[in-house]
């Protein structure tokens, strides 16, 4: 190599580093670099293939290229495989090389796409950064077929220096991302904690969770899949800015085993475009799958055993800043678990505070109008007594009206009574059973309690089981016309039964007094209901009446 020549390489490298340091941006940085390189070498066209990790390419930088190549907004450039990525994805272009033709070239002159400046090869330069591989780089000029050693070192020289700055800026958009997303955060963060109070549901709580993520962040798709008794669900989506109704909730079995490789990593893990799609494809107009690359989703650990949830996203693009979305993912899913944790707080607080009040209200029908109708049957009963003495006790209209107004004050005193007791319950610390079985006693039942299977109830249910049991038990009191009752309780893995049957009157005879839009019976099944659960009343003239209440449980960890 002349004096001159060894001169010129050292200017032209000093200008492309020169130039590698004027911006942070880097489309405008390999467009300036792509011009300065082809000004000082002599050269015409280049242009810049970004190769991903999964071999897919873009062409992000292009310069002099010819007309045949710019047909159809570059389709040529962006469609189509050649033989320079196909050696890079190979992994078989370490260094610079002579490219004998272009294919792309090579099929704008068979179709005819137009001129291609008499450009029939190529130099090929992979760039890279340490052990990292980016992209390449590739030059030519008019009647060029053949790259000299020393040209091609200096070509090698230039996309080493441009592979390391391509790493800066990449690691300084990362940052830039990184800090943009924590950022994010903290403003998702406050404005959850501003919400929680007004959800009434973890169903509720599901929907604002992905209408904030979705407000705040820039992720195209963002989904909250629960888990519950061990089954999928999509339970809230949000896609093209605006919250979606999942059309179809239940993942398939392949869906389903995703969910459960994230749920035991314990950390956000990266979804294929196969799997993102399994799940936008459960929500109403969704995304197209194939603008998902990739996806993020992240377990969320819920309060209630046997229940998890993940938060899974969708990326526009497989960009450079996987990770940083990753780290912020794991932080999200933290924030949700507590906030998750501070809604169970808030629903507890309110039963407490329900059952204060209805303490309170028992407290006060206790000292008021349960003392007034006990005050009332005992005059009822004096004025009786008065009367009874009285000679002319036939002849007196108020003696028959004053036991009258006795019975019904003791049956009035009864009732309220009941009422107070199921106001206040006393004796669930024994179990349902046996609270139940006590409170039959109390109305002058004889109740027979059997129960199958053990295991735990949560104590919303245990609750719900026993309300809906002392108004069966109330029912049979008034309306059977029997003394006994019989209380079975079934436990499985899944579910819990009751059934509370008499053999009373039942069927038409107890149709009148009890209808089926009675309001202890609608009671019933609205507490039924809201556990999820479900009611059924069987009357019979003959056999009696059966009410059959079924409720799911959640999954019991051993």
Known sequence: MTEQAGMQEMYTLKTIAETLNTSNDLNLMLDTVLGKLLELTGLTAGWVFLIGTQGEYSCISDHGLPPALLRKDKEPMRCG?????????????????????????????????????DITHHATVPLRSGEKMLGLLNVAAPGKEHFSNSELALLQ???????????????????????????????????????????????????????????????????????KNGSFRVQAAHTHGKAELPTRCDLSSEGESHMRRVIHSHRAEILSAPEIQEVSTRCLNAVNPSALPLGLAAPIPLSAPGETAVLVVGLASANGFLQADREVLDALAEHITASWESLRLVDKRRELTRLEERNRLARDLHDSVNQILFSLSLTAKGAESMLAGSEQEHLH?????????????????????????????????SGLLSALQEYGTGQGLQVVVTRTGMRSLPRSIEEGLWRIGQEALNNIRKHAGVTSAEIIVQLSDNEAILTVTDRGKGGAKRREAMPPTSLGLSIMRERAQSLGGSLELVSSSRKGTSVTVVIPLPFESV
Not at 85 to 113: M, P, S
Not at 170 to 191: C, H, K, N
């Open 157 to 227: 020289a230039v996309a080493y220096q441009i592979g390391s700055a391509m790493e800066r800026m990449r690691l300084y958009s990362a940052e830039q991302r990184r800090a943009d997303l924590y950022v994010r955060l903290g403003e998702f963060s406050r404005s959850l904690g501003m919400t929680i109070n007004d959800c009434n549901n973890a169903d509720d709580m599901a929907k604002r969770v992905v209408k904030l993520l979705g407000h705040h962040y820039d992720w195209p798709f963002v989904a909250l899949v629960s888990q």
């Open 397 to 429: 209209p108020a003696a028959e009206a004053m036991k009258d107004i006795r019975s019904l004050s003791q049956e009035a005193l009864k009732e309220m009574r009941a009422l107070i007791m199921q106001l206040r319950p006393a004796g669930l610390e």
């Open 81 to 117: 495989t050649c033989w320079c990525v196909n050696r890079f994805r190979d992994g078989r272009l370490d260094n610079a090389v002579n490219i004998i033709n272009c294919k792309r070239l090579e099929d704008a002159v068979e179709h005819q796409w137009g001129d291609t400046h």
